[in-house]
Nanobody, 115 residues
């Protein structure tokens, strides 16, 4: 069983920046990829960004140029640097980790962008 723990959410003004962190631990299989998804009130969860163990990154179109995902392989830790935040970025951000054939999710961290 893999445990996924996020941190770094909070309240920020529009145009500001915030960095989220996530660490995956435990399990018997290597972590193949980690990433972030988010869910705004009344909306479906959507993928934000993903990074593989080899460092290949993908982003949702709305986040390209504003969000950057990075990782620290030695610690199975992934970061999401968010810049030029907008009110529509307000959501609960969830970290996920792919280990074996399973996807493990964190509890989520709230990001609120005030306009």
């Amino acid at each position: 069983q893999v445990q996924v723990v996020e941190s770094g959410g909070g309240l920020v003004q529009a145009g500001g920046s915030l960095r989220l962190s996530c660490t995956a631990s435990g399990g018997n299989s290597p972590i193949a990829a980690m990433g972030w998804s988010r869910q705004a009130p009344g909306k479906q969860r959507e993928v934000v960004a993903t990074i593989t163990k080899d460092g290949i990154t993908t982003y949702a179109d709305a986040m390209k140029g504003r969000f950057t995902i990075s990782k620290d392989n030695s610690e199975n830790t992934v970061y999401l640097q968010m810049s030029n935040l907008k009110s529509e970025d307000t959501a609960v951000y969830f970290c996920r980790a792919l280990s074996g054939v399973y996807v493990y999710w964190g509890q989520g961290t709230q990001v609120t962008v005030s306009s």
